[in-house]
């Protein structure tokens, strides 16, 4: 017999006005059933009936409250072959030994004080022996309800509780798991009650510092008999899931169900068009709260080559915006870790939806730079119509892959530092809007190294769209050519900051050779 610990609330009082319990699955077609019992029980004749029958009372929930404790559970088990229900015909035609009732009732005083209680292996008995959650104790706190329906139901799927040691191997019986916020965490069989995200774990048990327990394994093994579910969406771009993009855009669902799904879906747009896409976990209200699953994102040209990849640091979304040309791209969903999460439990159901913008809240936003002794100095400038959250100022190595390098406040417009390496890292402004946090991107520059200080001119893009940014030191001459050599446009440079126009020259390589009164300087630029 195990019990969950709980720090105990005043006791509430039950209305006398029992709410419709709402007819709830979360996966009708799986034969095995884990059964949330809302509307009370009378129990007799099992194991718990020492002192005779137990007339569990009715929750005592609103419809609501119980929709919200039904997600929660139905997401801890949302990667399993077994359904998640509030419907006792379901679980009265569940197999005998692939079933579980969960009674959630304010009646404990017949067990004592405690979260709930279940019996380890239970749900193959076949007898009809419930576990419990004492939602009075639990101060009828819907989030602290569902983690104690989740975690007594998961004893009866075999798991012991998941404890944590000290390097003493001294215990703390419940594993209260780290972090604060939205992307804190906490194992579903330790106690989850003050961390927003709660997952199956692999980690100690009670048993000992030295005895570890797979509760994915357990759960999904041969003594339960059910499994995982089917991975539903394709791992790579030969086996996406096409979405067609619309006038307004697309929405659809996924479910990544184990460390190494990916979930890759295929979309084309017909004219060039500027694109917000938002990828959400499963979650019951404000900051994802319920979350189980914190997402990475991928965008991927028609070759498959990586565009851009998303996952913000604090939350467990993640979101896109950017001006997309005409043509065909992928999408990459996954789970990822973040500083208290590990990728391999980063699991659950996520919502995409991509519409197109013709009204950007964030506009004419310009980065340029230029380097003095070794110190790199950016300077920015941007016109909102909303209010913006934050400016994170990212750099890459190659101009593919780019990390965070500062966070800044709205009103910042320069940034300086002195990179420990002369590798000529490319640079740009990412600026977040602080309604629903959507992220807008500057261009791309290029800051060379302090030997570049005496350069006749620096290249502030050499990935160009529209524009080429140049910063000359005086007034000189310059070309414009293809890849081949063929002259494209001629002109003059002045001393300052000079844009020159190659709106119409065709995609690929482009030369800006740059005549000087003692020297010519040949740069190789790439036209997107």
């Known amino acids: ?117 279940a019996m380890v292996g239970s749900f193959t008995w076949g007898d009809n022996t419930p576990c419990f959650v004492f939602s009075s104790l639990l101060g009828n706190n819907t989030k602290n309800v569902a983690e104690a329906a989740s975690h007594e139901a998961g004893h009866t799927l075999g798991l012991q509780h998941q404890s944590a040691y000290t390097t003493a191997c001294q215990k703390t019986e419940y ?83 184990s460390g190494t799904d990916k979930d890759v879906f295929k979309f084309t747009i017909s004219n060039p068009t500027y694109v917000h896409l938002s990828a959400v976990p499963q979650n019951v209200g404000s900051n994802n709260s319920g979350a189980n699953l914190d997402i990475k994102v991928s965008l991927l040209n028609d070759k498959a080559d990586t565009i851009g990849q998303y996952n913000p640091a604090a939350l467990v979304n993640a979101s896109l915006d950017s001006n997309l040309n005409s043509g065909t791209y992928y999408l990459v969903v996954e789970g990822t870790a973040n500083a208290h999460l590990v990728k391999n439990e980063s699991l659950g159901y996520y919502s995409i939806s991509a519409s197109p913008i013709s009204v950007l809240p964030i506009h004419r936003l ?56 002369d590798n000529a890292p490319f640079y740009r402004i990412r600026v977040i809007t602080a309604a629903d946090e959507r992220s807008y991107y500057s261009n791309v520059i290029t800051l060379r190294d302090k030997n570049d200080d005496k350069a006749i001119a620096r290249i502030m893009n050499t990935m160009v769209t529209n524009a080429i940014v140049v910063n000359s030191n005086n007034e000189s001459n310059y070309q414009v050519l293809d890849g081949t050599g063929r002259l494209l446009q001629r002109g003059k440079l002045f001393s300052g900051t000079n844009n020159i126009d190659i709106t119409n020259a065709q995609k690929g390589m482009v030369l800006l050779r740059i005549q000087g009164e003692a020297e010519t300087a040949t740069w190789k630029l790439i036209k997107q």
Not at 38 to 63: E, H, K, L, M, R
Not at 64 to 91: G, K, L, Q
Not at 213 to 233: E, L
Not at 386 to 396: D, G, L, P, R
Request: hydrophobic share 35%; glycine share 10%; charged share 10%.
């Open 1 to 117: 017999m195990k019990t969950i610990f709980t720090v105990l609330f005043g006791l509430a009082v039950a209305s006398s006005l029992q709410a419709q319990v709402p007819i709830l699955n979360s996966y009708p077609s799986a034969r095995a059933t884990i059964y949330l019992d809302f509307d009370g029980q009378y129990v007799t004749g099992t194991s718990w009936n020492w002192g005779g029958p137990i007339n569990a009372q009715p929750s005592g929930f609103t419809t609501t409250s119980m929709t919200e404790i039904f997600n929660r559970v139905a997401e801890d088990y949302r990667i399993f072959n077994v359904n998640i229900t509030t419907d006792s015909t379901v679980y009265a035609a569940a197999p005998l030994k692939q079933r579980m009732r969960v009674i959630i009732t304010p009646t404990y005083q017949w067990y004592g004080s405690a979260g709930g209680v």
């Open 366 to 421: 310009a980065l340029s730079g230029k380097t003095s002794a070794g110190t790199h100095n950016l300077s920015w400038t941007y016109e909102a119509d909303e209010a913006v959250k934050h400016i994170e100022i990212q750099n890459s190595k190659d101009g593919v892959r780019y990390e965070a390098l500062a966070q800044l406040s709205a009103g910042t417009k320069t940034f300086s530092w002195k990179p420990l390496t």
């Open 175 to 257: 594993n209260p798991g780290t972090g604060s916020g939205e992307t804190s965490w906490a194992p579903i069989m330790g106690v989850g009650y003050y961390r927003n995200i709660t997952t199956w774990h692999y980690g100690t048990n009670t048993y000992g510092c030295n005895y570890y327990q797979d509760d994915m394994a357990i759960i999904s093994g041969p003594v339960n008999n059910f499994g995982y579910r089917t991975d539903d969406i394709g791992n790579n771009h030969m086996t996406a899931t096409s979405v067609g993009f619309t006038n307004t855009g697309f929405t659809t669902t996924g479910l990544i169900n």
